[in-house]
């Protein structure tokens, strides 16, 4: 079995292995490796199960008959950990993996606690727990008993789901250029198991450098019809292109809530921008946006008065509330939401 490893690093893991000083403590997913006791956390699947299968994976590089049993938090009862990890009778080596720790029982946590004062040899105690206050006791006593930590939190910047898509490629042998990965994030990046399949697609189907035409191929009609694309038209005052851009996402599936919420993004990054244009450079980036989002919001004010973004936000905002129960018809309320937006835009 592999030697144990220990985290005791302040910054915290990103997707593909880059790390970012403000995030928690802890590995990336490419980094998990066997030792006694490991915490998987976070919120993004994916990402935990990487870590997970490559812990895995490398204990059964170590030992081919190497056992492996998953046990439901949940579902725990008193002194399971404790029969799971005893010795076998032929002494193989085990992995014993905690799914969903945060949903366990007071008795996994008595148990874990107590396990961790004298693991037992020859296991590695792979433990879930995908974020919540339920289990801090027991977390507060894996850090502090330093057990390698595999930081997987959920990815939702669009910076970060770049530095995915590049790394994905990268660990294909394979690049794309900039425009083809925004691309890419504007049509599937919602998901990153899609976003990682989409990357995989590309990979198996194409050769060379991936440029921005071969996803339009592969993706064109997703990238046309994201709530995105529906707020930058309708941001740009063009009320034909965003209702029919609309109308063909919800035809092909796109729930009306991240139509909105794209629009309200849009609308507050432009109002942000324009609270700060004129204190210089060191003010537009204390706002953490992206330089792109930040050159593009300008571009963009240039269209727009105080008066008309206050009607447009006001207008996404009864737009939220109605696609969110107060309407009986959220399709209208939204189609709504987009034309007064436009208009405004024009004003």
Same mark, same amino acid.
């Given at each position: 079995?592999?030697?144990?490893?220990?985290?005791?690093?302040?910054?915290?893991?990103?997707?593909?292995?880059?790390?970012?000083?403000?995030?928690?403590?802890?590995?990336?997913?490419?980094?998990?490796?066997?030792?006694?006791?490991?915490?998987?956390?976070?919120?993004?699947?994916?990402?935990?199960?990487?870590?997970?299968?490559?812990?895995?994976?490398?204990?059964?590089?170590?030992?081919?008959?190497?056992?492996?049993?998953?046990?439901?938090?949940?579902?725990?009862?008193?002194?399971?950990?404790?029969?799971?990890?005893?010795?076998?009778?032929?002494?193989?080596?085990?992995?014993?993996?905690?799914?969903?720790?945060?949903?366990?029982?007071?008795?996994?946590?008595?148990?874990?606690?107590?396990?961790?004062?004298?693991?037992?040899?020859?296991?590695?105690?792979?433990?879930?727990?995908?974020?919540?206050?339920?289990?801090?006791?027991?977390?507060?006593?894996?850090?502090?008993?330093?057990?390698?930590?595999?930081?997987?939190?959920?990815?939702?910047?669009?910076?970060?789901?770049?530095?995915?898509?590049?790394?994905?490629?990268?660990?294909?042998?394979?690049?794309?250029?900039?425009?083809?990965?925004?691309?890419?994030?504007?049509?599937?990046?919602?998901?990153?198991?899609?976003?990682?399949?989409?990357?995989?697609?590309?990979?198996?189907?194409?050769?060379?450098?991936?440029? $921005?035409?071969?996803?339009? !191929?592969?993706?064109?009609?997703?990238? %046309?019809?994201?709530?995105? &694309? /529906? +707020?930058? @038209? =309708?941001?740009?005052?063009?009320?034909?292109?965003?209702?029919?851009?609309?109308?063909?996402?919800?035809?092909?599936?796109?729930?009306?809530?991240?139509?909105?919420?794209?629009?309200?993004?849009?609308?507050?990054?432009?109002?942000?921008?324009?609270?700060?244009?004129?204190?210089?450079?060191?003010?537009?980036?204390?706002?953490?946006?992206?330089?792109?989002?930040?050159?593009?919001?300008?571009?963009?004010?240039?269209?727009?008065?105080?008066?008309?973004?206050?009607?447009?936000?006001?207008?996404?905002?009864?737009?939220?509330?109605? $696609?969110?129960?107060?309407? !009986?018809?959220?399709?209208?309320?939204? %189609?709504?939401?987009?034309? &007064? /937006? +436009?208009? @405004? =835009?024009?004003?």
């Amino acid at each position: 079995m592999p030697a144990p490893t220990r985290s005791s690093r302040s910054s915290g893991g990103r997707p593909g292995g880059q790390r970012r000083a403000s995030s928690p403590p802890g590995l990336t997913w490419e980094e998990a490796a066997p030792a006694p006791v490991v915490l998987v956390r976070g919120a993004e699947g994916l990402l935990v199960d990487r870590a997970t299968d490559r812990i895995v994976g490398l204990a059964r590089e170590a030992d081919p008959d190497v056992e492996v049993t998953r046990i439901d938090a949940a579902q725990y009862t008193a002194g399971m950990l404790g029969v799971t990890t005893s010795p076998s009778l032929f002494a193989e080596d085990k992995v014993v993996v905690v799914e969903a720790l945060e949903t366990g029982t007071d008795d996994v946590f008595a148990d874990v606690q107590a396990y961790l004062t004298a693991p037992a040899p020859g296991v590695v105690l792979v433990l879930r727990h995908s974020g919540g206050a339920r289990g801090k006791k027991t977390l507060d006593a894996l850090r502090a008993a330093q057990v390698p930590e595999v930081a997987c939190d959920a990815v939702t910047s669009d910076s970060d789901k770049t530095s995915f898509v590049n790394a994905e490629l990268r660990r294909a042998g394979r690049r794309a250029d900039g425009a083809a990965v925004r691309a890419l994030v504007d049509a599937v990046g919602s998901d990153l198991r899609e976003l990682a399949a989409s990357c995989s697609q590309l990979v198996a189907d194409t050769t060379g450098m991936i440029g $921005v035409e071969v996803v339009e !191929r592969y993706y064109g009609g997703r990238i %046309e019809a994201t709530g995105f &694309r /529906v +707020a930058d @038209a =309708a941001v740009a005052g063009d009320a034909g292109q965003a209702v029919a851009l609309l109308r063909h996402a919800l035809a092909t599936g796109l729930d009306p809530v991240p139509v909105v919420a794209a629009l309200a993004a849009k609308l507050r990054t432009i109002a942000k921008v324009g609270a700060v244009r004129g204190r210089g450079q060191g003010a537009l980036r204390d706002l953490g946006l992206a330089p792109w989002q930040v050159d593009r919001a300008l571009r963009e004010l240039r269209s727009w008065t105080p008066e008309a973004l206050a009607e447009a936000i006001s207008a996404v905002a009864q737009a939220d509330a109605e $696609v969110k129960g107060e309407s !009986r018809d959220p399709r209208f309320a939204v %189609e709504r939401a987009v034309l &007064r /937006v +436009a208009a @405004a =835009a024009r004003s």
